[in-house]
């Protein structure tokens, strides 16, 4: 199983961006799919996640300007940050708990990180 993260790059404060992460491989189910970001000398934080189901949960810190959304059947999640500030610059990670294999186990995965940074 692979994630693949894109959309990352360079804004204005009050700017959008949106990010894409698509899982690939063989995956029976993918009950929960999110965003974490790390600034630089930060610890790694979520930003948001998603069930299969919808349900959404935010951090405080992004709650009403960031929306999580998924493809259920593309495997892929998005993040649409709008009202961007300074300190949202980051490296974006996405994670997915995919349940996947003969025995349908349970693991996380990572993308590779994509870079979000946003001036003043």
């Known amino acids: 199983v692979q994630l693949q993260a894109s959309g990352g790059g360079s804004v204005q404060a009050g700017g959008s961006l949106r990010l894409s992460c698509a899982a690939s491989g063989t995956i029976f189910s993918i009950p929960v799919m999110g965003w974490y970001r790390q600034a630089p000398g930060k610890q790694r934080e979520l930003v948001a996640t998603?069930?299969?189901?919808?349900?959404?949960n935010y951090a405080d810190s992004v709650k009403g300007r960031f929306t999580i959304s998924r493809d259920n059947a593309k495997n892929t999640v998005y993040l649409q940050m709008n009202s961007l500030k300074p300190e949202d610059t980051a490296v974006y990670y996405c994670?997915?708990?995919?349940?996947?294999?003969?025995?349908?186990?349970?693991?996380?995965?990572w993308g590779q990180g994509t870079l979000v940074t946003v001036s003043s």
């Open positions: 994670n997915a708990a995919v349940i996947s294999g003969r025995w349908l186990e349970g693991r996380d995965y």
């Open positions: 998603i069930t299969s189901g919808a349900r959404t």
